[in-house]
């Protein structure tokens, strides 16, 4: 027998906006639920590191999924007949039906990029529902520096020009091998899904008005930004941090945007302290 | 400031395959001095100062001196390690048909920073 990774992958259908949608999930470890929410335009493959990590599975059941419309996740039936344009509502739906879905008991909920702003959106609203927040490469507001529709035309490869847009997001220290994996994800990601994520990371889910409203002490929040994020920059992430009292901001040297699946290794640094510490709490 | 470009990508099989559809001119601007680099089927065929006001690229991407040799370091700051980064910042500006480029962002971005490993001179 090969040597099998301790991930282990399912299917199940939950509702998505009232219509049935087949979502693909991993898991591994025992403990305290740790759900993780990919980027913009990507999938749970992100997280694989994370999922192998012993010191981080023996207190936490990692739980990774891919959106609908992302990775193994379908998009709901009829999806031809409308653009795909992520909300703020509907990304808060389908966060919470999962963990229902799941019967999870106060998880801790862990996103990156767009996942690591709709963390904020529930750190406000399922305070008393999630043990703490982590936001990675998560801000509460963002500037759009280049236009959105590049990313969805006839005459330009919609997986090629996602890659190229974000590989200024990964670090120049970050390893080559992982550099690509992560840039891989982008390149196998549906027309027009990266371009309908952004509509939430850029426009609908802006959040710094909110973002002083959350209790920390009822949900603690963690951000962790890489120092070479082009969009959730240090700026940004200590800005938002700023707005939320009580949380915990780090900017991870030598990190770009994708923080698991980009160096792995050094992202263990950061994020196993944090995770101790919510264990702990 | 771009002795070498010509050569190094010349040289890069992979690179060269990538941009097998890539036929054009282009234009690159550091400070006040503009090049123009000519490219057929990912091969850079010339890289020449610009002469006369009449020989433009389809493109163009300039940025300051000094950015171009920040961005040639072999781990530059942050902000100048890629062209999609350096934009937010205002450190690089592109100009005129940007199709071409985005059909192939990432063979260009490797063009442009393919004097990187030699750092800045």
Redesign the interface.
């Known amino acids: 027998m090969p040597a099998f990774e301790p991930i282990v992958g399912r299917y199940f259908t939950m509702e998505v906006a009232g219509k049935p949608c087949r979502i693909y999930a991993e898991e591994a470890g025992q403990g305290i639920p740790l759900v993780c929410l990919h980027t913009a335009g990507s999938d749970a493959r992100q997280f694989r590191h994370l999922l192998c990590d012993p010191k981080v599975t023996e207190q936490y059941r990692v739980i990774a999924f891919d959106l609908p419309w992302h990775g193994k996740s379908n998009p709901p039936p009829g999806f031809r007949e409308h653009e795909y344009k992520l909300t703020t509502d509907l990304y808060k739906e389908i966060v919470m039906s999962f963990c229902a879905a799941y019967e999870l008991n106060s998880p801790v909920v862990m996103g990156c990029s767009m996942g690591g702003r709709v963390v904020l959106h529930l750190a406000l609203e399922q305070a008393s529902y999630f043990r703490a927040v982590i936001a990675l490469e998560g801000a509460d507001k963002l500037?759009p520096?280049?236009g959105l529709d590049?990313l969805h035309r006839p005459?330009?490869?919609g997986g090629?020009?996602a890659?190229?847009?974000v590989?200024?997001?990964v670090?120049?220290?970050s390893p080559d091998e992982f550099r690509w994996e992560t840039l891989w994800h982008y390149m196998q990601g549906g027309p027009g899904i990266f371009k309908g994520d952004l509509h939430f990371y850029w426009h609908d889910g802006d959040f710094d008005e909110r973002s002083p409203l959350i209790d920390t002490k009822q949900c603690p929040v963690y951000l962790l930004s890489g120092?070479?994020d082009?969009?959730c920059t240090p700026e940004r992430t200590q800005a938002t941090a700023a707005r939320i009292r009580g949380s915990s901001a780090t900017i991870m040297a030598g990190m770009g945007h994708f923080p698991m699946s980009e160096n792995p290794k050094l992202f263990a640094t950061y994020i196993q302290p944090v995770l101790h510490e919510i264990a702990a709490a | 400031m771009l002795e070498d470009l010509q050569a190094r990508v010349n040289a890069n099989t992979a690179l060269v395959r990538r941009g097998r559809w890539v036929s054009l001119t282009f234009l690159f601007g550091a400070d006040d001095e503009d090049y123009l680099i000519e490219i057929d089927k990912g091969q850079v065929l010339a890289v020449a100062p610009r002469r006369l006001p009449t020989e433009v690229g389809i493109f163009s991407i300039r940025a300051a001196h000094a950015t171009w040799m920040e961005h040639w370091q072999r781990f530059p700051r942050r902000d100048y390690h890629d062209i999609w980064s350096m934009l937010p910042k205002d450190l690089a500006r592109l100009d005129g048909d940007l199709l071409p480029l985005i059909q192939n962002l990432q063979y260009f971005k490797e063009v442009i920073a393919s004097p990187r490993d030699q750092g800045a001179q």
């Open positions: 500037e520096y280049y590049w005459d330009v490869h090629e020009v890659s190229a847009f590989s200024a997001q670090a120049p220290q120092e070479y082009s969009s």
